[in-house]
């Protein structure tokens, strides 16, 4: 089985004008969303990401420098994301269309295939 990486993608700040029942409504899809797919064997992990204490690593005159972000004129945000395993990228895009993530119309979710390289195979590439 292949892995894949499903990165929520959403506006800034994009639940918190919800009243607190439709918050815990949404919440509730992504809890049973994730359960189903643990007990069909598909999740691998999968986490929130916090809004605040994002630092961006990039160099400058060769040296990494740090930086605050996402800024306020970002137009998106990753909020978190999913590993799921799939037999094919069909399966993963069938598992994507599912998540609870889409359930405003405005979110979307990228979906990428972890790269299988193992150590052995880098290490032999190198």
Not at 75 to 93: C, N, R, S
Request: aromatic share 6%.
């Amino acid at each position: 089985m292949a892995q894949y990486m499903l990165l929520l993608h959403q506006a800034p700040g994009n639940m918190a004008d919800l009243p607190r029942e439709k918050m815990l409504e949404v919440v509730k899809r992504y809890a049973t969303w994730s359960a189903s797919m643990r007990e069909k064997g598909k999740m691998v992990g999968g986490e929130k990401l916090a809004a605040g204490g994002v630092r961006h690593i990039t160099v400058k005159d060769g040296k990494p420098v740090a930086s605050d972000g996402p800024y306020a004129e970002a137009k998106d945000v990753v909020g978190g994301y999913f590993t799921i395993e799939a037999k094919d990228l069909a399966e993963a895009e069938a598992i994507a269309k599912e998540c609870p993530h889409l359930w405003n119309g405005t979110n979307w979710i990228e979906l990428r295939p972890v790269d299988a390289m193992t150590v052995e195979q880098a290490k032999a590439a190198g």
